[in-house]
């Protein structure tokens, strides 16, 4: 079928002469290829003969996208991959041609990287845990239990029993004595949480109480801000080992033996069934999109899929995750690191800030760099072992190899929710990213609308919830997001070095970053402008860290708004967070109720009188009681005004009309998921 309507198409005279006209007034015929789990591949891709995989689909809609506009579509069930799929440049659309990949009517498609654990055996009856066969060599950091997460086994240390030092730590407790005889010691980690990290170290072996940890992730974990062995704030700095099976004693923990192939999973107390329902990930991510900078990906639609069951093994290496913010960390080794810096390098020196431009980024479950025209509606993406969707990332955060360079990508309609990091990342942190060296890295116009975030960041807990780095022209509206550990929409990225005159507190001896000769003075902006953030829901944020604010800017941004978003029930944290380096920002029409500080930015008073975050503008806000942090004044021409307080109980109007409109849309119809509650 679809190799005679190529050939039709092509002997036909019309079709020849289309050549001519212009691509946006081409009219294509519509081709329909047929995909179900119960489908063969052998078959014609037809209503009546669908094929089964996914891959082979791909490979009919590469036979007919020069011809015809093709949609895909996926009959109801699970499709999964044993492999990643890549799409390039011949998988979208060709020269005004359209693809587009869809659920069928009433049918709820699910691209799952993951196989079904079946065949359970009681193992410890006293400790209510189950083991099953599983292939040998098959590891995750994470499975999912009747589609909710489960975690690795775990246990919390008290930090006051810990000692530091350049090989490792030391566990002063007695109670611990056991350490030392465990197996598969290389397997055991170190999880920390601080003021806004969230860092895991693995273990190399264990003598005695002590602990030798690999490299280069120790080195890397215990210098710069907030590090794991010198965290800030005791409300969040907490300590645990994890991934070992003498560790597994809560509900909905597990531990994996690949060498055995023996997976061992404790349910739910009270769970009816005595054969867990359990997803095992054997994929690092799903989808890898894009084309090169010569030739982008364009014109491809994903509409009514589901995209589940990955996890990302990253941090099980002896990378680790050195965790810096928002799912940004450090990798490989660096030969300026002080050999003491583990003492003398806990809150910064300039050897430290020489590096933030080679800091890394996570790769998400579906990616999207080197491409044009990319629509992800009414999508579901549920249950994944990382940042959800990552659009123009670093080029190390893309299996194509290529970063960056995403224009006109957009997210709607989509529901995102039971995630190990964020649900978006946008934007790249290299220099690339920020000061593209060819026109086609750029990262333009990515609107994120109407979509609804919810249980995010459950494992690397510092991720936002949404974060835009690097984006010009990104429009984040008319979201809904809720029930997440860090902040729920962070634009902008940089700390101001990167700022058209570079950030004055960073030629300070303490901070020296431009003492590397690749840091430079730019005198040209960043592509962080032209962002609105607006209309926005969020609530029941920031539940675990205190840093940050439920929506966050760093950098200079011209005409950038915030505006009309409805913040609440954040107690003791920030709603409205302009850190360093803001400049140009209106923050205007927002309402803001149960934060502890509505309105807050970060100045740099302790290096009074530079002037790093000015020119900013907070007017027309709503508030109920909270407080006002920063310096704003006329000094750093950062002007508060007319901004008032809610009384309880008797809102005016036009605050009551900001919340009305906040959120999805009235009429919109999201994708439909209902999450798992419980086993």
Avoid at 446 to 465: F, G, K, L, P, W
Avoid at 572 to 590: M, P, V
Avoid at 646 to 658: D, H, M, S, T, V
Wanted: glycine share 8%.
């Amino acid at each position: 079928m679809i190799r005679l309507l190529t050939c039709a198409l092509a002997a036909c005279p019309l079709y020849c002469a289309a050549a001519f006209i212009p691509e946006n007034q081409r009219a294509f015929p519509t081709l329909t290829i047929h995909v179900a789990p119960n489908g063969s591949d052998a078959g014609d891709g037809s209503e009546s003969r669908p094929f089964q995989t996914l891959a082979r689909a791909q490979r009919a809609v590469r036979s007919a996208n020069s011809n015809a506009d093709v949609i895909v579509e996926l009959a109801d069930g699970v499709y999964r991959l044993s492999e990643p799929l890549q799409f390039r440049a011949a998988d979208g659309g060709q020269a005004g041609t359209r693809v587009m990949w869809k659920a069928a009517a009433n049918a709820a498609p699910v691209i799952a990287g993951s196989i079904r654990v079946t065949a359970w055996k009681l193992f410890d009856p006293e400790r209510h845990i189950y083991v099953a066969d599983i292939p040998r060599g098959l590891d995750s950091r994470q499975i999912w239990s009747r589609d909710r997460l489960a975690r690795l086994a775990s246990i919390e240390l008290s930090r006051a029993s810990v000692a530091f030092d350049s090989e490792g730590m030391t566990i002063n407790d007695a109670h611990r004595d056991d350490l030392a005889s465990l197996p598969d010691q290389h397997r055991i980690e170190v999880q920390s949480t601080g003021w806004f990290t969230n860092r895991i170290s693995p273990v190399s072996k264990i003598v005695g109480r002590k602990l030798l940890m690999q490299q280069p992730d120790w080195d890397n974990n215990t210098w710069g801000y907030d590090a794991l062995n010198a965290p800030v704030g005791a409300e969040t700095a907490h300590l645990y080992l994890n991934n070992s099976l003498t560790f597994l004693r809560e509900p909905r923990q597990f531990y994996i033996d690949p060498d055995a192939g023996k997976l061992y999973f404790r349910p739910d107390e009270g769970a009816a069934s005595t054969e867990p329902e359990v997803e095992l990930p054997r994929l690092d991510y799903l989808l890898a999109i894009g084309g090169t900078y010569e030739r982008p990906l364009r014109d491809l639609t994903f509409r009514g899929i589901r995209f589940s069951y990955t996890s990302w093994m990253g941090p099980s290496t002896n990378d680790g995750y050195a965790d810096q913010q928002s799912g940004a960390f450090l990798k490989g080794r660096s030969a300026a690191r002080p050999r003491d810096a583990h003492l003398t390098c806990v809150w910064g020196c300039s050897e430290f800030e020489s590096r933030r431009n080679e800091w890394s980024q996570m790769p998400a479950a579906v990616q999207v760099s080197a491409a044009e025209r990319v629509v992800f509606d009414q999508d579901v993406f549920a249950h994944l072992g990382q940042i959800a969707l990552g659009i123009g990332n670093n080029a190390d955060a893309h299996a194509t190899g290529v970063g960056l360079g995403a224009r006109s990508i957009e997210v709607k309609r989509s529901v995102f929710a039971d995630l190990a990091g964020g649900a978006i990342l946008a934007g790249g942190i290299s220099r690339d990213a920020h000061h593209p060296s060819t026109p086609a890295m750029a990262n333009r116009d990515v609107v994120i609308i109407d979509n609804r975030i919810q249980t995010v960041s459950q494992v690397y807990m510092d991720n936002s919830a949404i974060l835009s780095t690097y984006v010009a022209g990104a429009l984040i509206l008319h979201n809904e997001i809720s029930d997440a550990p860090y902040d729920g929409i962070d634009i902008g990225w940089g700390w101001g070095v990167n700022d058209p005159g570079g950030n004055p507190v960073y030629r300070d001896a303490r901070r020296g970053y431009y003492d590397s000769a690749q840091n430079l003075v730019y005198d040209s902006p960043t592509m962080h402008h032209d962002v609105l953030v607006a209309y926005n829901h969020l609530h029941h944020i920031k539940q675990r860290f205190h840093d940050g604010g439920a929506i966050y800017n760093l950098s200079a941004s011209r005409d950038t708004v915030i505006a009309g978003n409805y913040i609440h029930d954040i107690p003791d944290r920030i709603a409205l967070y302009l850190d360093e380096g803001s400049r140009y920002l209106t923050l205007r029409d927002n309402v803001i109720d149960g934060a502890g500080t509505w309105l807050n930015i970060n100045t740099l008073d302790d290096y009074w009188p530079l002037r790093v975050t000015t020119d900013n503008q907070a007017f027309g806000n709503w508030y109920s009681a909270a407080k006002v942090r920063g310096s704003w004044d006329e000094y750093h021409d950062n002007l508060a005004r007319d901004n008032r307080l809610l009384k309880p109980g008797a809102w005016p109007a036009a605050a009551k009309a900001i919340v009305e409109r906040a959120g999805i849309r009235k009429g919109v119809e999201v994708a439909r998921y209902a999450p798992a509650s419980s086993d």
